[in-house]
């Protein structure tokens, strides 16, 4: 975007890229640019790289070249594509310290019961120790790791690849994806990043001047979840049957009342991507708030967790010790 609107070609801006880019993407770009030395349009040259390039993604890149606006449609993307890598940036770095302190706490009790707990059991069982309940517990566990270690690994890589395999499949992808969203907390919240990419994306396709309909059929195959898909190419099959694209989606269950209402305004007024804008940074914001208030509580509820644990195996280990003190 810079380049072509600083006036280099195409091709000379493609080469640029070429030189300054990493060693993995730097023969994609290679490939592109010679394609389009060899007449094919950029954005046909984009689409040979579907793993690289979304379907969004050439699809405007496509219609800035039928309108002769790409330098606007590329800086376009390039504005896109900077917020969704600092947003995604946001949410894993809220994620970090919960997961080194759930990564610690494992770390942690599996050494307890690898380790300490079969030393243990050998005292107890030298003094002919009464163990209470806990304890027999924690033992049971230890006894379980220590014969049957070797076999919990390849179980857990069986049970992950069936799961994946599971999920893969049409049935298992669809019952997956209708649960997604219903699950306590994480439910709400990624419910919300997918109208932020819904919006986002529609807003910037219809700004290019995509028609609706094929515009909700392009986002529809970009969101990741086949029942928002579903969801979303019935509301372009009403569309182009002549359904206002507010009362489409008003008429879903999936999509909040707010998203209807606000595109009804954009219909009004003419300025559907610009409404679409400002409903994309609005589902942003609410997000960020949402992954604020999400890691706030998951920070004391490890605690918590952490300390529950800690706490029995504290008093697994040191109860025997008591009954046995009290008998001398």
Do not use: C
Request: charged letters at 15%; proline letters at 5%.
């Amino acid at each position: 975007s810079t380049m072509i609107t600083a006036g280099l070609p195409l091709t000379d801006g493609l080469n640029l890229l070429k030189l300054q880019s990493s060693p993995v993407f730097s023969p994609v770009v290679g490939s592109i640019l010679n394609d389009v030395q060899g007449g094919v349009s950029l954005s046909d040259a984009l689409a040979k790289y579907p793993q690289v390039f979304s379907k969004v993604y050439v699809a405007l890149v496509k219609a800035g070249e039928a309108a002769g606006v790409l330098e606007t449609i590329l800086n376009r993307l390039a504005d896109s594509l900077e917020k969704s890598r600092e947003f995604s940036a946001k949410v894993k770095g809220a994620m970090i310290y919960p997961a080194i302190v759930l990564i610690g706490m494992v770390g942690v009790m599996g050494i307890m019961v690898v380790v300490v707990i079969p030393k243990l059991t050998t005292l107890y069982a030298e003094f002919g120790a009464q163990l209470p309940f806990a304890t027999r517990i924690v033992v049971g566990i230890s006894d379980i790791a220590l014969h049957w270690g070797w076999l919990i690994a390849p179980l857990l890589i069986a049970a992950g690849y069936g799961v994946v395999w599971y999920l893969k499949q049409p049935a298992g992808r669809n019952q997956w994806d209708k649960l997604i969203y219903k699950v306590p907390v994480v439910g709400p919240l990624l419910q919300q990043i997918m109208l932020t990419e819904l919006t986002q994306t529609l807003s910037l396709l219809v700004g290019a001047g995509v028609s609706i309909v094929e515009a909700l059929e392009i986002v529809a195959g970009a969101l990741g979840n086949v029942v928002v898909e579903a969801a979303v190419r019935g509301v372009a099959k009403k569309v182009e049957k002549g359904f206002p694209v507010s009362i489409s989606f008003s008429e879903s269950e999936l999509f909040p009342p707010i998203l209807g209402q606000m595109m009804a305004v954009g219909e009004e007024t003419g300025k559907l991507d610009d409404v679409l804008v400002k409903l994309s940074a609005y589902y942003a914001t609410e997000s960020e708030q949402k992954v604020k208030a999400l890691t706030t509580a998951i920070e004391p509820l490890i605690i918590m967790l952490l300390g529950l644990g800690v706490g029995f195996l504290i008093f697994s280990i040191v109860m025997p010790i008591y009954n046995l003190t009290n008998q001398f």
